[in-house]
């Protein structure tokens, strides 16, 4: 039996070569590199498939929590970590469409919305223990700006940032513009202790209630956190001090996580298990309407989408409410370009499917099931199960009406690369603006380009245009005159120009354990969790 | 045999310059611009531009092998351009955790297959042989995609046997920190003497490894099996035979080595198959290694990132062979004088 | 040492060998002689119950054994240590990847024989073969030296009866003598019986003490060398003896 | 004895083990199936019915619906013919042009060897399914991508096997002697080398085919195979996975789909290789 | 060696598969009335065999053609002058036999094939099976038939009958025997040898050790190996062997080959012996004469 021995010799030689260049040298694991004594209610060890930490909040996100940690460019998943880490001035409120009040405890706008004075929360501190006042805060935004990063560009009306005293902020603007949104983005707008900032995500630098416990990028429970004692708000027993992130691709897996209680939340459900969460022991669902709606965008500049009997054809072929129900409430009907829980929201324009008028339309094209055929090319997402479901259902629809469409799914790169290049009939894409305000659907979206970037119905025309500038103004100082606007603006573009089809809002699926109480979604700060605002029932 | 070894090392290294080569072309094939990923959905021209210089993208073509090639040696892997580390950090992270995963899988489905293989040599044309055959034909006809989301939910999620996602339960992170070496976690908590991480990481390997393991069981056994009889058929065995050696000593004592030959040959194949079908198991079962982050770079087109992965396991494909290579002349000494 | 009644064997209902009777006492040489396909083989190798799918009747007894109907265990434990086999292929019919030495100390163990240091020496002397060779691989070893070492396996057992199926057929001609001369004296030293299975009717000539010539399956001829040889009966045995050069 | 002892009972064994056989006939019912889709689907192959999706397996859905309400069976009757044509096509190219060059590389010997095999084993380096996503990104996703890019990478396979055998092939004595009646190498190579290599080949597509379904299921479980509405076995199983534990019906069909075609193949191909070459490396 | 006009000459010829040669400077003629080429497995006699057939190409030396090397030559004549036999399995296994006959025939004649096989002593109607179908002798002669069909002027036999039982064997050497054409014939079987050729050539580890007339180097070697190979053919009636233990010693690297098998060596067999000619042959051995004389 010797080849046996040698055979258990080369394999351990070669466990040991691999093993080699993946040494790590004896890091301990857990708690960002320092080992952590015991927690009270840690749970028993080795028991397979243990509970959570009794007062640990696990949130399983889908894909990797954090690709940056520098507050002034993050522009990713990682919002739903530096929303518990960093606080801006204000926080927008979707019920009362209002930004409130955060680290700014009131603010002030001059007439013409130019000068904005912000009132700062006194006696807060930064995680790294200084203070946290105007002139940090000035700071914050100044490197923020100059960083040119992520969404950077919201800052875009400010001209110069004055620390009055040491409690008061003031902006002087170039143009008017709604800045307590601005202040309320989840992105780009954290006020941090410039000093501190570190980019390996060993320590922060923010004012909020959690600071960083440990960040292992790649592994299942990527990133936990802990509460910051000194949090200005200060804390209660029943809320949560520890959070984790467990990374759950898999929609089934995260929902069996959540039903044996390995998980306190899930960030997106599908409606066959939402409907299940509804009835099973344990589990509370939550829906939420988001500010993500799909865009269906027409070719106006090219092709036979130029003809505008085609598009609005097209526009009245969409079966909206099937596709709705086939949704099963992850998405809702859309009334106009503006998610319902902005400014700008118009109720009653709620599309409709009208054959008829879509087969008259067509006809008066030239086109029809007795007349020629029209072939039409549609981009979309690859991978998105609801784009796909509106593509399947259209194709289906126009068959009928001798229209081909030609749909190819894409990944955004490529799906992009072409649009840019007009070389499509539809596109198909998502949109959602960076902080709580209409206009970037309008301003991105539909405001005329030489080259387009976001432009892809390529809609050019200068009434639309000069509406559109003036729109950040009308929203910073007189609410009623901006929302007649936007009602306006949206009925030219859609159903004057009908330069895109809105047919629903996304809508979250959420699902949490029963015992937590006291949570609320908040459409501004997608799939964010404020822990802070959690608490556990007993 | 120093000669045969420089002779395949020689090879092997060919065969890794032609990969590299086959990799940079796939990268550049991609449509679409790797900066439009890198700068994210919404980006500014000016973000892009920026991003371009970044990678290199303005120079020409073979310019761009080059530098690639060079940086590889260097170690420089690129940057991903989703997770924005270096790839080099990120494989580092997650091949560690595949390695484990496959290991077990390859562990189980040796510690299965061959036997399975001998007992339906063995018993061969009766029923213990169509058992395995059936068995074995069925491990490498399941799609693992589909394997895994039944298994998951029929053992974790119903009955609750096993536990449903992970690597091992991360609480245990506070109560009993684990130190690292290999990043290995069952072999770090073997050789720190970390029961409770050590027993929970095992109770978590069982059905994903499960699920990994069904292919190359299938293919060992049947392999083990065939070439068993085939060595049972050669004149030797007639000879064993008329000294007075049973069928099982024949078998196992005389047959099993020789035959091994082909199986091992096989391992290489189905340790690089079973990384790459870690990809369509580990979103399930939620397992940090590469096969997630392949998937995840796929579906956000970080050429980088997916080259390295290819990279990667083209690489421990190639190294897998060699060593496969070198083990055939312990097992079968015919091969040694080749 | 063997005596065979009526043995016929067939596959699928083909009559392929039909011997009535063949006697091998000990210190006796008997070789059976034939073209391909005349059955000779597969006589040999059914005194050993080693024919595989084939239906075997008759009687055969080796060593006082009846093979036919002995229990697996029975036939197992003569075979190697009472009758020994030395096949065609040389090099083929040793196990590739186990070294001599290992072969046959684990054939001795098996068969329960103890001091297997001495004997494997003193067997590997008879056959004139230099102990060096227990390390070798089969593929390490000359062909003739296989045989040998077959002949060797067989006398460290202690074997009475010899079974040789074509054992120069595949060596060259300056080797084959070689592995006959050693048989031959073997059966002279220690009173062996020898069966041999040849097509070689000069090889056989010189040292068969009787033939038996098989066509087709059966025997033709059968009875002391010198007297087949010398007056042949059977035309077919007279044409083997023409075509000899 | 050389192993063309009896090439003809070598090419077509009658029954050559029983095992061969069922999978033969297991095969024929999944091609029958496949190829008669359009008579035996209950319903048209593309028909959604928002208002009739996620019925569970009935009367008149034996397989229940899937999310937009199209007839599971009906999907998984055409998605035979997806996935055999995809595993037909992908064996015809990838066999073609393996086994081409793999002939003139065995044939030729020397530096046009050395030149295949080296290119064969870059190809070879990458486990099949990887170099297939690799190449699938770039491409535009569909029945057509698949096809080639699965195709990529088995091809080498056959230039491996083919090679060894020819080159096998080229020493035998018949070879020599067409070679000494003066026959060109182009000719000997198509009357001699090819016919006589094909059997290992023969044995090899059997049981790739397997492999190719099952990497064909991979890739568009992975989104980057065929595309809707194009019924297909692996999309079905991706589009349904998150129905796993709701509407289980979407999911196990197509998965059961695939392994019944997979199984078939494999039990088909591994009797012939006991049948024909027990000793042949698989994959 | 003096004998002109042979078809096929080797000249010094060296020849090896890589970079290691298996034949060593052998010069021999194919002369008329048969050539032997004898040898155990491992001598190259095979390989020499593949050089005459212009199959492998010399290490060193050359192969000549009439009068010009092999390589130059018009290979359109070489191959209808030279043709080889090889052993039964020399034909394609997917091919009718009549087919492979019929391969070398120009498409007008191939209507040959059938009178071919009937030279051959076949049955035409064979001519629609496949080798499988045939018996080892009916294979034999179908390669035969199809070395004929051009019309070769030289035949060269590599082991014709080696895989055929003994009575089938004496029926292919007398067809052998009845053609008109001249021939090579490599074997280890010496009596086919002396059936077929006047003139012969023992090979041993690469080297040629002993030529010259078939009879005189069988009745009376003039080198120990012939000798050897001589005594060790079995006689019918004979006495049995004497194993003597060294008969499978590896060919010696230096000096004489043979030497360490050999039971006359002396200190002389370390230096390579010199072929030369002696008693009407020529052998390349130290001790030729007391292999002669005892």
Redo the contacts between chains.
């Keep these: 039996m010797r080849?046996h021995k040698?055979?258990l010799v080369?394999g351990v030689a070669?466990v040991l070569v691999?093993?080699a260049t993946?040494?790590?040298?004896?890091?301990?694991?857990?708690?960002g590199g320092t080992?952590?004594p015991?927690?009270s209610g840690?749970?028993p060890?080795?028991?397979?498939?243990?509970?959570?930490?009794d007062n640990?909040f696990v949130y399983a996100p889908n894909?990797?929590v954090v690709?940056?940690w520098d507050p002034a460019t993050s522009?990713?998943n990682e919002i739903v970590a530096l929303s518990n880490i960093y606080e801006g001035l204000t926080r927008y409120d979707s019920l009362t469409k209002k930004a409130t009040p955060r680290l700014a405890t009131e603010w002030t706008s001059s007439a013409d919305g130019k000068e904005w004075t912000f009132t700062l929360r006194q006696g807060v501190k930064f995680h790294t223990g200084d203070p946290m006042d105007a002139e940090a805060a000035k700071k914050a935004i100044e490197r923020t700006i100059e960083k040119?990063?992520?969404?950077a560009?919201i800052w875009d009306p400010v001209d110069e940032i004055e620390a009055v005293d040491a409690s008061t902020l003031k902006f002087t603007l170039k143009y008017a513009a709604p800045l307590d949104l601005v202040t309320s983005s989840g992105y780009a707008a954290w006020i941090y202790d410039v000093d501190a900032v570190d980019a390996d995500g060993k320590t922060t630098a923010g004012t909020g209630p959690y600071t960083i416990d440990?960040w292992?990028?790649?592994?299942?429970?990527e990133l936990t956190l802990k509460a910051y004692e000194d949090y200005w708000g200060g804390w209660k027993p029943e809320q949560y001090k520890k959070v984790?992130f467990?990374?759950?691709?898999?929609i089934?897996?995260a929902w069996?996580?959540l039903?044996?209680g390995?998980v306190n939340f899930v960030r997106r459900l599908n409606p066959q298990l939402f409907a299940q969460a509804g009835t099973t022991r344990g589990v509370q669902g939550s829906q939420a309407q988001s500010f993500q709606n799909l865009l269906v965008l027409f070719n106006t500049a090219d092709g036979p989408a130029k003809d505008i009997k085609v598009r609005q054809a097209l526009q009245a072929a969409i079966d909206y409410d099937g596709l709705a129900a086939a949704l099963e409430g992850s998405g809702v009907k859309a009334s106009g370009l503006v998610p319902q829980g902005l400014l700008g929201h118009v109720e009653g324009m709620e599309p409709k499917q009208d054959l008829d008028r879509a087969r008259q339309l067509l006809a008066a094209a030239g086109y029809g099931p007795d007349l020629k055929e029209l072939e039409l090319d549609l981009t979309y997402a690859v991978?998105d199960d609801d784009q796909k479901l509106l593509v399947t259902l259209l194709s289906s629809t126009l068959k009928q009406l001798n229209v081909t469409l030609l749909a190819k799914p894409m990944?955004?790169?490529?799906?992009?690369?072409l649009g840019k290049k007009q070389g499509q009939d539809i596109f198909v894409m998502y949109w959602y603006p960076?902080y709580p305000d209409a206009y970037s659907w309008f301003l991105?979206v539909f405001k005329s380009a030489d080259?387009p970037?976001?432009n892809l119905s390529y809609l050019k025309n200068t009434g639309i245009d000069a509406a559109i500038d003036k729109l950040p103004e009308l929203t910073a100082t007189d609410r009623t005159a901006a929302e007649q606007e936007y009602r306006k603006l949206q009925e030219k573009i859609i159903q004057e120009e009908a330069a895109v089809a809105v047919p629903y809002v996304q809508r979250y699926q959420r699902a949490l354990s029963v015992d937590v109480q006291g949570y609320q979604d908040n459409p501004a700060y997608p799939s964010v969790v404020f822990f802070y605002d959690l608490t556990r029932a007993s | 045999m120093l000669r045969h070894l420089a002779r395949r090392l020689g090879?092997a290294l060919?065969?890794?310059a032609?990969?590299v080569v086959?990799?940079f072309a796939?990268m550049r094939?991609?449509?679409?611009?790797?900066a439009?990923?890198f700068a994210?959905?919404?980006a500014?021209?000016?973000?892009l531009a920026e991003a371009r210089a970044r990678f290199g993208l303005d120079d020409p073509l073979p310019v761009q092998l080059l530098n690639y090639a060079r940086d590889l040696v260097t170690g420089d892997w690129g940057t991903s351009l989703?997770?924005?580390?270096p790839v080099r950090?990120?494989l580092?992270?997650?091949?560690?955790a595949s390695?484990e995963l496959v290991g077990a899988a390859l562990l189980i489905a040796i510690a299965a297959g061959v036997p399975l293989g001998v007992l339906a040599a063995r018993h061969k044309t009766r029923l213990p042989d169509l058992g395995v055959?059936l068995g074995s034909?069925?491990a490498?006809?399941?799609?693992?995609?589909?394997l895994a989301?039944?298994l998951?939910?029929v053992f974790?999620?119903g009955l609750?046997w096993?536990?449903?996602?992970?690597?091992y339960?991360?609480?245990?992170?506070?109560?009993?920190?684990?130190?690292?070496?290999?990043?290995?976690t069952v072999?770090d908590a073997l050789i720190t003497g970390n029961?409770?991480i050590f027993?929970?990481a095992l109770?978590?390997l069982v059905l994903p490894a499960l699920v990994v393991a069904a292919y190359p069981a299938g293919?060992i056994a049947?392999?083990t099996r065939?070439?068993l009889?085939?060595e049972a058929g050669?004149?030797?065995?007639?000879?064993?035979?008329?000294?007075?050696?049973?069928e099982t000593?024949i078998l196992t004592?005389?047959?099993l080595?020789?035959a091994l030959n082909?199986v091992l040959?096989?391992i290489a194949?189905v340790f690089?198959?079973a990384?790459?079908?870690g990809?369509?198991v580990e979103?399930?079962?939620?397992?940090?290694g590469l096969g997630?982050?392949?998937?995840?770079s796929?579906?956000s087109?970080d050429t980088p990132a997916?080259?390295g992965?290819?990279l990667l396991?083209?690489l421990v494909?190639?190294l897998a062979n060699l060593?496969v290579d070198?083990?055939q002349g312990?097992?079968?000494?015919?091969t040694r004088?080749r | 040492m063997i005596e065979v009644r009526g043995l016929q064997v067939r596959y699928g209902g083909r009559l392929v060998a039909d011997v009535p009777e063949l006697d091998v006492a000990a210190g006796e040489c008997v070789a059976i002689v034939g073209e391909s396909g005349s059955g000779k083989s597969t006589t040999l190798?059914s005194l050993?119950g080693?024919t595989e799918h084939a239906e075997v009747s008759g009687r055969v007894r080796v060593c006082g054994v009846d093979v036919l109907t002995a229990s697996?265990r029975r036939l197992?434990?003569?075979?190697?240590?009472r009758a020994?086999?030395v096949?065609?292929?040389p090099q083929?019919?040793?196990?590739?990847?186990?070294r001599l030495g290992v072969?046959m100390r684990?054939?001795l163990r098996?068969?329960g024989r103890t001091d297997v240091d001495r004997v494997m020496a003193r067997a590997l002397e008879a056959v004139l073969l230099d102990p060096e060779i227990l390390r070798r691989?089969?593929?390490?070893v000359s062909g003739g030296q296989a045989q040998r070492f077959?002949v060797a396996?067989a006398i460290a057992?202690g074997a009475e009866v010899i079974l040789a199926d074509e054992p120069t057929s595949a060596l060259d001609v300056t080797v084959q003598a070689e592995v006959v001369g050693v048989l031959h004296r073997l059966r002279a030293e220690r009173d062996l019986a020898l069966l041999l299975v040849s097509h070689d009717l000069a090889l056989v000539s010189t040292i068969a003490d009787r033939v038996l010539v098989m066509k087709d399956g059966a025997v033709v001829e059968s009875g002391p060398a010198a007297e087949v040889l010398a007056r042949p009966s059977h035309p077919y045995t007279r044409e083997l003896l023409e075509a000899l050069p | 004895m050389t192993t063309d002892a009896q090439p003809l009972r070598r090419l077509l064994p009658r029954v050559p083990d029983r095992?061969a056989a069922f999978g033969a006939v297991l095969l024929a019912v999944v091609v029958l199936t496949a190829l008669l889709a359009p008579w035996l689907a209950p319903y048209p192959l593309d028909e959604p019915r928002p208002l009739e999706r996620l019925l569970p397996p009935s009367g008149a859905h034996w397989l229940g619906t899937d999310q937009v309400g199209r007839d599971v069976l009906t999907r998984i009757l055409y998605g035979g013919r997806t996935s055999l044509f995809i595993a037909v096509a992908v064996l015809g190219v990838s066999a073609v042009t393996g086994v081409t060059l793999g002939v003139v590389a065995g044939y030729a010997g020397g530096w046009v060897r050395d030149v295949i095999m080296?290119?064969t084993?870059?190809?070879l380096?990458?486990?099949?399914?990887?170099?297939s996503?690799?190449?699938a990104?770039?491409l535009q996703p569909g029945v057509n991508t698949v096809i080639l890019v699965i195709a990529v990478t088995w091809w080498p396979w056959y230039t491996r096997l083919a090679a060894s055998v020819a080159a096998s092939i080229a020493t035998r004595p018949y070879v020599d002697a067409a070679r000494c009646l003066g026959v060109p190498a182009p000719l000997i190579v198509v009357r001699h080398v090819l016919p006589n290599s094909l059997t290992p080949v023969l044995v090899q597509l059997s049981l790739d085919a397997?492999g190719v379904i099952?990497t064909s299921?991979?890739l568009s479980?992975?989104?980057?195979g065929a595309q809707e509405p194009t019924a297909e076995w692996?999309l079905m199983?991706?589009q349904g996975?998150t129905l796993?534990?709701t509407n289980w019906w979407v999911?196990?069909f197509p998965?059961l789909a695939?392994?019944?075609t997979?199984?078939a193949?494999?039990?088909l191909g591994?009797g012939l290789?006991?049948a024909l070459d027990?000793?042949r490396?698989?994959? | 060696m003096t004998s002109t006009g042979a078809l096929l000459r080797a000249e010094r010829v060296t020849l090896g598969y890589g970079r290691r040669p298996v034949v060593h400077d052998v010069s021999l003629d194919i002369a008329e009335g048969g050539v032997g080429l004898i040898g155990e497995s491992g001598s190259g006699k095979t390989t020499l065999a593949r050089a005459f057939l212009g199959l492998l190409s010399p290490m060193s030396g050359t192969i000549r053609y009439g009068d010009r090397p092999l390589h130059k030559a018009d290979m359109k004549a070489f191959r209808r002058d030279v043709q080889p036999v090889f052993q039964a399995e020399a034909l394609d296994p997917r091919m009718r036999v009549g087919r492979s006959v019929a391969e070398a025939l120009p498409r007008a004649a191939r209507s040959r094939v059938g009178e071919l096989l009937e030279q051959v002593g076949l049955d035409p109607a064979l001519a629609d099976r496949r080798p499988h179908q045939l018996s080892g002798g009916q294979r034999q002669r179908v390669v035969i038939a199809r070395a004929l069909a051009v019309g070769p002027r030289l035949l060269i036999l590599d082991e014709p009958t080696s895989a055929l039982d003994v009575t089938v064997q004496a029926r292919i050497l007398d067809l052998l025997a009845s053609l008109e054409t001249e021939r090579l014939l490599i074997t280890h079987n010496l009596a086919v040898v002396r059936r077929l050729c006047r003139t012969s050539h023992v090979l041993f580890a690469g080297r040629v050790v002993e030529s010259g007339p078939t009879s005189e180097l069988l009745s009376n070697p003039a080198h120990p190996y012939t000798r050897a190979l001589r005594d060790a053919v079995p006689r019918l009636g004979g006495d049995p062997p004497e194993p003597k233990g060294a008969t499978e010693a590896v060919p010696a690297a230096t000096g004489c080959a043979f030497r360490l098998r050999c039971p006359l060596a002396a200190p002389v067999c370390e230096r390579p012996p010199e072929p030369r000619d002696l008693a009407g042959r020529r052998v390349a051995c130290h001790r030729a004469e007391d292999v002669l004389s005892s």
């Excluded at chain 3, 083929?92 to 186990?98: E, H, K, M």
Aim: glycine share 8%; net charge neutral.
């Design positions: 080849w040698r055979l080369a070669g691999l093993t993946a040494c790590a040298g004896g890091q301990v694991r857990g708690a080992p952590q015991e927690t840690g749970s060890a080795g028991q397979p498939g243990g509970q959570a930490n640990t894909s990797d690709t940056d522009y990713s040119k990063g992520g969404a560009y440990s292992r990028k790649g592994e299942e429970t984790a467990r990374v759950t691709p898999e089934t897996t069996q996580l039903q044996s390995e991978g990944n955004w790169g490529a799906q992009w690369d960076d991105n080259k970037q976001f | 090879q060919l065969v890794v032609g990969v086959l990799t796939v094939l991609v449509p679409g611009d790797p439009v990923a994210g959905p919404k500014t021209p000016e973000q989703r997770t924005r580390q950090d990120d580092y992270l997650a091949f560690p390695l055959r034909m069925l490498v006809s399941v799609p693992v995609f589909w989301l039944a998951q939910t974790a999620g609750g096993f536990p449903i996602a992970g690597e339960d991360s609480s245990l992170d506070t109560t009993s920190p684990l130190t690292l070496w290999t990043n290995i072999v029961w409770p027993t929970s109770w978590h293919v049947q392999m065939a070439a009889i085939e050669q004149d030797h065995a007639r000879l064993e035979r008329a000294l007075g050696f049973g000593s004592r005389f047959a080595r020789p082909p040959s096989l194949l690089a198959y990384i790459v079908n990809f369509l979103a399930v079962f939620n397992w940090p997630r982050y392949a998937a995840e796929i579906r087109l997916i080259a992965v290819t396991v083209a494909y190639v060593v070198l083990l312990f097992v079968d000494p015919r004088s | 190798l050993l080693l697996p197992r434990e003569i075979r190697g240590a020994a086999l096949m065609q292929s083929a019919a040793l196990a590739p990847a186990t072969l684990r054939a098996l068969h691989y089969p593929h390490e077959a396996l057992l | 095992f080296r290119v084993d870059v190809f380096a990458f486990p099949a399914l990887l170099l996503l690799a190449l990104i770039v397997g099952l299921a991979a479980y992975l989104g980057l692996g199983v991706q996975q796993f534990t999911v196990t998965g695939i392994l019944v997979a199984f193949f494999n039990v591994e290789r006991n027990p000793r490396a698989v994959r």
